[in-house]
């Protein structure tokens, strides 16, 4: 077992346990998702250069829960789609890479339809 599948294991007991797959279908599950990438979002908000920096030092633990929340919905979501994740990220970096190629992509923030 990977640790991708050790962890969704993981979060379908956690969330079995507590008998809240009731309440679990795509459109809540993705809800759920924004609002909590929404969650790691407010910690950037109004906070540029140095204070930036010292406040992801001094708040990594803050941030690193949110990160993980995210990655719980993420990897319920897959599961009950019947997606695999890591799968489907290896086939995505496939088509970004076609989309950025390096030659054209290196150093330039521009859309690939800018390049």
Avoid: C
């Avoid at 346990?17 to 993705?30: L, S």
């Avoid at 109004?46 to 690193?64: M, T, V």
């Amino acid at each position: 077992m990977d640790k991708i599948d050790f962890l969704t294991k993981k979060v379908i007991e956690f969330r079995d346990a507590r008998e809240w797959k009731q309440f679990h279908n795509p459109k809540d599950i993705a809800v759920s998702l924004a609002l909590e990438a929404s969650e790691v979002l407010e910690h950037f908000q109004w906070r540029n250069g140095q204070d930036l920096e010292e406040y992801i030092k001094s708040h990594k633990s803050h941030l690193a829960d949110e990160l993980a929340d995210v990655l719980y919905w993420i990897l319920l979501m897959s599961h009950d789609l019947d997606i695999d994740i890591a799968d489907a990220l290896e086939q995505k970096l496939i088509k970004n890479a076609e989309k950025y190629p390096i030659e054209k992509a290196k150093g330039s923030y521009a859309k690939y339809d800018q390049l």
